[in-house]
C-alpha cells in the first residue's frame, strides 16, 4: 500500500491507508472501537481518534497537574503537517 504524497490532506487517503500510516507512526488500534488508536513514547502517551470530520488528540497526563491536553486537527491538513504535530508529542 502506497500513502499519497506527503502533502495530500487527510480526506484524500483511503481508510486503510490512513490505519497503515497510524501503524507506520507506532500506534496501535483499539480492538473494541476501531476509530481509537493509542501510541506510547518514552515521554509522551495519547489517544487518538478518527472523527467523522477530525483527527482527535489527547496527550494522557501531559499538563501541569496531571491533566489531559486535548487538540484536534481537520482533515483539510496534509499528513505532513499532521504528522509533524501529533507525533512532535503535547
Known amino acids: 500500500m502506497t500513502l499519497p504524497s506527503a502533502d495530500?490532506?487527510?480526506?484524500?487517503?483511503p481508510l486503510p491507508e490512513l490505519e497503515?500510516?497510524?501503524?507506520?507512526?507506532?500506534?496501535?488500534?483499539?480492538?473494541n472501537d476501531l476509530n481509537y488508536w493509542y501510541?506510547?513514547?518514552p515521554t509522551w502517551e495519547a489517544e487518538?481518534?478518527?472523527?467523522?470530520?477530525?483527527?482527535t488528540v489527547r496527550y494522557i497526563n501531559a499538563a501541569e497537574g496531571n491533566s489531559d491536553i486535548n487538540r484536534s486537527f481537520k482533515y483539510s491538513l496534509s499528513r505532513e503537517?499532521?504528522?509533524a504535530a501529533v507525533f512532535s508529542g503535547p
Do not use: A
Open 48 to 55: 487518538l481518534c478518527l472523527e467523522i470530520e477530525e483527527l
Open 8 to 13: 495530500t490532506p487527510l480526506y484524500n487517503h
Open 39 to 41: 501510541i506510547k513514547q
Open 20 to 31: 497503515q500510516w497510524l501503524r507506520d507512526q507506532g500506534c496501535q488500534q483499539d480492538n
Open 81 to 83: 503537517d499532521v504528522e
